[in-house]
């Protein structure tokens, strides 16, 4: 079965240093990758995915994630981070043929001034 | 565009109330999804469907019945909530729920159950 592990429940970064988000997945097979990002009482926005391909993926508001099949990572990266950043974070997992996605539990990130 | 949208934002309701959530897309998906969020948590898969007909359901109460009216809509029924299904009810859709793209989510209906 899949899995997704966000290791962090927290992470707090000062405004305009950079940022990494770690993601682990457990899938027997290539998986469908995706990161979101959630403000409060919002839906969820679709920062960036991987499906095959290149493995370092480019996403909106200046995100990018690297896939790295032999340590079953997907870590998202910001290279200087914004007061407006700040937001919980999901990865998830999805597997062709399947309808379903497995999201992880989450890292809230906050922004320090 | 890449929008979802959800009427109403929120939602209260008592406990022999019957209401209905609504989601619409004009983005072409073939797959529609309801998700339930609780706070701090990641979102629980559901109903999915795809091409308009039921193909996951993930085991959820009765008291929640949805509908898919035509590609562009979902729907769904609550019937005799409990104050435990409070919670924010997301809608998704992607282009083909069989192939794994990626899932597009409205902003959410605030479901209080008093």
């Known amino acids: 079965a899949q899995s997704v592990t966000q290791p962090d429940i927290h992470i707090t970064v000062s405004e305009g240093a950079s940022l990494e988000l770690r993601c682990n997945y457990s899938?027997?097979?290539?998986?469908?990758l995706f990161w979101y990002v959630q403000s409060p009482g919002q839906g969820l926005q679709l920062l960036l995915k991987?499906?095959?391909?290149?493995?370092l993926v480019q996403g909106i508001k200046g995100f990018e994630a690297e896939f790295k099949r032999s340590q079953s990572s997907f870590n998202l990266r910001k290279p200087s981070v914004h007061w407006s950043d700040a937001a919980e974070y999901f990865c998830?997992?999805?597997?062709?043929?399947?309808?379903?996605?497995?999201f992880g539990t989450g890292t809230r990130l906050l922004v320090s001034p | 565009d890449t929008e979802v949208t959800q009427t109403p934002k929120h939602l209260v309701m008592g406990m022999t109330n019957k209401k209905s959530l609504k989601c619409e897309q004009h983005?072409?998906?073939?797959?529609m999804y309801w998700y339930k969020q609780k706070a701090k948590k990641p979102p629980e898969l559901m109903f999915v469907?795809?091409?308009?007909?039921?193909?996951i359901n993930e085991s959820v109460p009765s008291r929640f019945s949805p509908e898919c009216p035509n590609s562009s809509l979902l729907n769904l029924h609550l019937h005799a909530l409990q104050p435990e299904d409070s919670a924010l009810y997301l809608c998704?859709?992607?282009?083909?729920?069989?192939?794994?793209?990626?899932?597009?989510f409205g902003p959410g209906t605030r479901l209080t159950v008093t």
């Open positions: 899938y027997g097979a290539t998986p469908y």
């Open positions: 991987y499906f095959s391909g290149d493995t």
């Open positions: 998704a859709s992607s282009q083909d729920g069989i192939s794994g793209y990626e899932q597009y």
């Open positions: 469907y795809s091409y308009e007909k039921l193909s």
């Open positions: 983005m072409g998906h073939r797959a």
């Open positions: 998830a997992v999805g597997a062709r043929g399947f309808q379903k996605l497995v």
